[in-house]
């Protein structure tokens, strides 16, 4: 079985670009879980889709980020305008609907780098 | 104050060591708790999760939780060099999870 697959696995853009991460869950995944690390801190909730919807998206730092999951099936996630302060590691994450997110399988992330 | 607290280490031990890996956290409703084990430019992978107090107990491992103090820990018996990562413990309500920010193990061989 295919795990958690995220697109792509290293990004280096300017400050003003955009960038758009993807986000394949595991397949019969309702839930499906943003994520972010920025360096030397904890990673931290961005958002969460039951299927395309979103659950909560209290973690999502300002405008500029824009999530997508058109479908219930994978996940975009837009910067646009980058910043400096958006570098980190993107994780996603998925699980079945019920298991009220606790087996939740991660991706490998996306390193974003913004220059 | 941070939800989740963890202590980066770094930890070394001897193979063959038990290995002892604590946090707490702030939340009282908080009833999952997780370990998730990381290797370098990889993604977390899920060790354990326990939900409200007690004990779970999963081969060389075993989480504890005791949610009268707010602590979580995770043991593993018998290190091993492959068990040398970063681990990640995360505690949360169901749908939302806080992590702390990850310890890191080295096993000696």
């Known amino acids: 079985e295919a795990g958690v697959t995220q697109f792509p696995s290293h990004s280096v853009i300017e400050k003003g670009q955009t960038v758009t991460l993807r986000c394949d869950p595991i397949?019969?995944?309702?839930?499906l879980y943003w994520y972010r690390r920025v360096m030397g801190k904890e990673i931290k909730f961005l958002l969460h889709?039951?299927?395309?919807?979103?659950?909560?998206e209290s973690g999502m730092p300002n405008n500029r980020f824009l999530a997508e999951r058109t479908g219930g099936t994978y996940s975009t996630l837009k910067v646009q305008p980058a910043e400096l302060e958006d570098s980190g590691v993107y994780f996603c994450?998925?699980?079945?609907?019920?298991?009220?997110?606790?087996?939740?399988?991660f991706g490998q992330g996306t390193r974003l780098t913004v220059v | 104050q941070k939800e989740v607290e963890q202590d980066p280490g770094p930890l070394s031990v001897p193979e063959g060591a038990i290995v002892s890996l604590n946090c707490t956290y702030s939340?009282?409703?908080?009833?999952?708790f997780m370990w998730y084990r990381q290797y370098s430019r990889k993604g977390p992978e899920l060790l354990m999760y326990?939900?409200?107090?007690g004990n779970k107990e999963d081969g060389r491992f075993t989480a504890q939780v005791d949610k009268s103090s707010k602590y979580i820990s995770l043991f593993i018996r018998d290190s091993q060099p492959s068990d040398s990562a970063t681990y990640l413990c995360?505690?949360?309500?169901?749908?939302?999870?806080?992590f702390g920010t990850g310890t890191s193990l080295t096993v000696i061989p």
């Open positions: 326990t939900y409200s107090s």
């Open positions: 889709f039951v299927k395309e919807s979103k659950q909560d």
């Open positions: 994450a998925s699980s079945q609907l019920g298991v009220g997110g606790t087996e939740a399988f």
């Open positions: 397949s019969g995944h309702d839930n």
């Open positions: 995360a505690a949360g309500t169901g749908n939302q999870f806080y």
């Open positions: 939340n009282s409703a908080f009833q999952y």
